[in-house]
């Protein structure tokens, strides 16, 4: 807001502020922020999909309320029936016609066709909603989230097979997921294939089972890594580990741990161990490669910092990690056009997990 108030025409600045908002669920607040910056800088094409999140994140907290539309200015104002009150179900229409806009303004970003798939889905629009997964998968094949929506709505249509061939992909790409080995158990349930049905079941309930003194371990040692308390959080890991030896995001965090402590070969080990058990973590990968940076092995840094691109192109910070890399290197060039790449992504204002 202090901001905002020095440079009132700053289109970012109010998305930023929208970003705050809409995490901490004041949607209303969230959608006049973002088409204040859509005002200033209408060619962003983040700026209408954080608007239409924002709109279909407030519809579906309404529960898809029908009311009468008495005034609707989708720039200014927020929208109220005639007793006073929010309305809700056209919020989806206005959710739909964001990601529109965005696609038009940007139309090689998958995570909005995704985005756009999952309100149709939600509305019953199963057609059009398999299409707009099918485009996300053709720029973004590597995203198992994406795969297991599309499923769902193949699914949904009866079209069971399909459903199967999308749920094993995410399985390919994400092998401990147990929520797509239950809907691949469902859909074999629905074809008839019970022995099928009935190993996906235990395979999902086997995962689900890893001892909840691990899980409480893990929590632990977050608490104590978010208090700044890394010899204390080791321990609390290490214990995770010990009660399921399988479990990736302990491994991860122990990492995160001793490269905070500058252990950088314990925590190359533990990212290792983490990238076998689930060889699709492009976090574990980024994280290693900024561990091979501290370690001044920016030839291996740069490889792992690939490899996270490879898994995920619109992540802006992997694109920075690599281009420090470069820089490091001496590789002016390409640390300029990642560096380039950098900016180009940074309107989406991704979270963070580790840079160098």
């Known amino acids: 807001s202090k901001a905002i108030a020095i440079n009132p025409k700053s289109d970012v600045t109010y998305d930023n502020r929208g970003l705050t908002y809409k995490d901490k669920g004041k949607y209303d607040l969230a959608i006049r922020d973002y088409s204040k910056a859509i005002k200033l800088n209408p060619k962003i094409a983040s700026f209408y999909r954080h608007r239409g999140s924002a709109y279909d994140l407030y519809a579906i907290s309404s529960g898809f309320t029908h009311s009468k539309i008495v005034k609707v200015d989708t720039y200014d104002e927020i929208i109220y029936d005639d007793h006073g009150s929010k309305y ?22 998958a995570l909005t066709y995704n985005s756009r798939g999952n ?11 398999i299409a707009d997964y099918s485009k996300a998968i053709n720029l973004k094949p590597n995203d198992p989230v994406i795969y297991q929506n599309r499923g769902f709505a193949f699914a949904k249509k009866g079209e069971y097979n399909l459903a199967v061939a999308d749920y094993s992909k995410a399985i390919e790409l994400v092998q401990n997921d147990t929520l797509a080995y239950r809907k691949r158990a469902d859909a074999y349930k629905k ?11 235990s395979k999902a309930k086997a995962m689900e089972q890893a001892p909840d003194d691990a899980v409480d371990s893990n929590k632990q040692g977050v608490v104590h890594y978010n208090k700044g308390e890394y010899d204390i959080a080791i ?16 491994y991860r965090n122990r990492a995160d741990v001793y490269r905070k402590l500058g252990k950088h070969d314990l925590a ?13 973590d492009k976090i574990a990968y ?14 291996l840094a740069v ?3 690939s490899k996270a691109i490879e898994m995920d192109q619109d992540y802006a910070l992997f694109y920075r990690n690599r281009a420090d890399a470069y820089k490091k290197m001496g590789k002016d060039d390409l ?22």
């Open 88 to 109: 809700y179900r056209p919020l989806v229409d206005m959710a739909i016609a964001d990601y529109t806009k965005a696609i038009e303004v940007d139309p090689n970003y």
């Open 119 to 129: 309100i149709y889905s939600n509305i019953g629009e199963y057609d059009i909603a």
């Open 191 to 201: 074809l008839g294939k019970d022995d099928l049905a009935a190993a996906d079941y």
């Open 235 to 250: 321990p609390d890991f290490s214990k995770a580990i010990e009660l399921d030896q399988n479990y990736t995001l302990a």
């Open 268 to 280: 190359i080990a533990d990212y290792s161990k983490a990238i076998e058990l689930n060889p699709n």
């Open 286 to 299: 980024n994280n290693r490669g900024v561990a091979y940076f501290a370690k001044g092995k920016y030839d």
């Open 303 to 305: 490889a792992e910092f």
């Open 335 to 356: 640390a300029t056009a990642d560096y380039s790449k950098v900016k180009a992504l940074s309107f989406g204002k991704r979270k963070t997990e580790v840079s160098p």
